[in-house]
């Protein structure tokens, strides 16, 4: 029911009909004298009204660690229902699958197969971004520290998985077709060079002036604003690495035409430290 658009109102009254719980308590009526208990009778009512109660994801299951007892039981049916109604953050989805083997993640991606909830991308280098998009959409709306270091671990997340993005080049010393009319060519016509041609990182200027590479998550983020015709992916891990090392550009903006995430040199020393200290 949660996973098919029902109402909290409609699992209560399913619930108490179908099985007869009793769900009229509030958590704060069963806290005071909860106590681990072994029996459905004891533990599924309580782990329910964890989910009622609950805004979203992450309090329903604080609201039934809050409750003691048997704990471990009552998150695990609390985040179920919980998953189903609000779905899980992609912060804690990453959290998750950084401390489990590959195995089990390759279980887990089939099993969001089967339930029709994966992402569907032509290039995997490029899957998953969105959990960057959506860690940095939550900074823009919490502004604390948590949020900011939620960005971090998204990032360091996808460069644990060479996780790319989209960065623009610019030519150095004039452009590569500079008398070539693109509007006369067709299906099958070769072009070729009579010069060198050299390719930079290009970069955006900050409102002070100083000069920072710049990445998208996507094309969606890319095509907010006119960019260099080419674009390559680049890692993630490269682009900080290659930043970190370059004394002209104050670092890395991410989504430069939207919700941007900022990483200067101290940012990207915490990135990297991040990164060599997550597990495989």
Same mark, same amino acid.
């Given at each position: 029911?949660?996973?098919?658009?029902?109402?909290?109102?409609? !699992?209560?009254?399913?619930?108490?009909?179908?099985?007869? $719980?009793?769900?009229?308590?509030?958590? #704060?009526?069963?806290?005071?004298? $909860?106590?681990?208990?072994?029996?459905?009778?004891?533990?599924?009512?309580?782990?329910?009204?964890?989910?009622?109660?609950?805004?979203?994801?992450?309090?329903?299951?604080?609201?039934?660690?809050?409750? +003691? +007892?048997?704990? #471990?039981?009552?998150?695990?049916?609390? /985040?179920?229902?919980?998953?189903?109604?609000?779905?899980?953050?992609?912060?804690?989805?990453?959290?998750?699958?950084?401390?489990?083997?590959?195995?089990?993640?390759?279980?887990?991606?089939?099993?969001?197969?089967?339930?029709?909830?994966?992402?569907?991308?032509?290039?995997?280098?490029?899957?998953?971004?969105?959990? !960057?998009?959506?860690?940095?959409?939550?900074?823009?709306?919490?502004?604390?520290?948590?949020?900011?270091?939620?960005?971090?671990? &998204?990032?360091?997340?996808?460069?644990?998985?060479?996780?790319?993005?989209?960065?623009?080049?610019?030519?150095?010393? /004039?452009?590569?077709?500079?008398?070539?009319?693109?509007?006369?060519?067709? @299906? /099958?016509?070769? *072009?070729?060079?009579?010069?060198?041609? %050299?390719? %930079?990182?290009?970069?955006?200027?900050?409102?002070?002036?100083?000069?920072?590479? $710049?990445?998208?998550?996507?094309?969606?983020?890319?095509?907010? @604003?006119?960019?260099?015709? *080419?674009?390559?992916?680049?890692?993630?891990?490269?682009?900080?690495?290659?930043? /970190?090392?370059?004394?002209?550009?104050?670092?890395?903006? !991410?989504?430069?035409?939207?919700? $941007?995430?900022? &990483?200067?040199?101290?940012?990207?020393?915490? !990135?990297?430290?991040?990164?060599?200290?997550?597990? #495989?």
């Amino acid at each position: 029911m949660a996973r098919n658009g029902a109402t909290k109102k409609e !699992i209560r009254k399913y619930v108490e009909w179908e099985f007869h $719980y009793d769900l009229s308590r509030s958590l #704060d009526e069963i806290r005071p004298s $909860y106590h681990h208990v072994e029996s459905c009778q004891e533990t599924v009512p309580e782990a329910i009204t964890a989910f009622l109660e609950a805004d979203d994801f992450e309090d329903a299951l604080r609201n039934a660690v809050s409750l +003691g +007892g048997d704990t #471990d039981t009552l998150a695990a049916i609390t /985040g179920s229902i919980a998953e189903a109604f609000f779905g899980i953050p992609e912060v804690f989805k990453a959290e998750c699958r950084n401390r489990i083997d590959p195995e089990m993640n390759r279980v887990l991606d089939a099993f969001d197969e089967v339930l029709g909830i994966c992402s569907q991308k032509s290039d995997e280098r490029m899957q998953g971004n969105e959990l !960057i998009e959506n860690a940095i959409d939550n900074l823009y709306e919490m502004q604390d520290n948590d949020s900011f270091v939620d960005v971090i671990t &998204a990032l360091c997340f996808r460069m644990k998985r060479n996780g790319c993005g989209m960065v623009p080049f610019v030519t150095v010393g /004039g452009t590569m077709f500079p008398d070539l009319d693109v509007s006369s060519l067709k @299906k /099958g016509d070769v *072009v070729t060079l009579d010069h060198e041609v %050299r390719f %930079r990182m290009d970069t955006v200027a900050a409102g002070d002036g100083v000069e920072w590479f $710049y990445i998208f998550t996507s094309e969606e983020e890319m095509h907010k @604003k006119p960019v260099p015709e *080419v674009i390559m992916e680049i890692p993630f891990a490269d682009i900080f690495d290659i930043a /970190g090392k370059n004394d002209k550009v104050a670092g890395v903006v !991410i989504n430069p035409f939207g919700r $941007y995430f900022k &990483a200067d040199r101290e940012v990207i020393e915490c !990135i990297n430290a991040v990164f060599q200290n997550m597990e #495989d």
